[in-house]
């Protein structure tokens, strides 16, 4: 299992199908921003989001979006807030911005944000 500086510096990739995203690592999600949605809440309420971490990967489903492809248009991006899991979600050190990205044939890039891009944390 990969951490997730090791996805970020390898550049490895990450999956989506219809409204679900699948990470390469297992993460604590913190705060999610999809579109004009700001998303901090993540039980599953079937409203917003809701993450499910297995042994081998991190699992988001996004239940206002019935297929990311076609409601996120090519310049826009997921940016999402994750901690390490095993970390401490309190030490704003292992805050990790990251982006998604959309690609076709359900390929989800995945890049840090850069410290210089505004980001509401």
Do not use: C, W
Request: proline letters at 3%; charged letters at 25%.
């Amino acid at each position: 299992m990969k951490s997730i500086k090791e996805v970020l510096n390898e550049n490895i990739t990450g999956l989506y199908f219809g409204n679900r995203v699948l990470l390469p690592f297992k993460a604590e999600i913190l705060k999610v921003v999809i579109g004009t949605n700001i998303i901090t809440d993540f039980s599953k309420n079937l409203d917003g989001a809701s993450v499910r971490v297995t042994d081998f990967y991190t699992e988001i489903y996004f239940y206002e979006y019935e297929n990311l492809e076609e409601e996120l248009s090519e310049y826009e991006v997921i940016k999402l807030i994750a901690v390490q899991q095993g970390e401490d979600v309190f030490n704003f050190d292992n805050h990790i911005p990251i982006e998604l990205a959309i690609e076709s044939k359900h390929k989800l890039l995945i890049k840090p944000i850069p410290d210089d891009l505004l980001f509401f944390e």
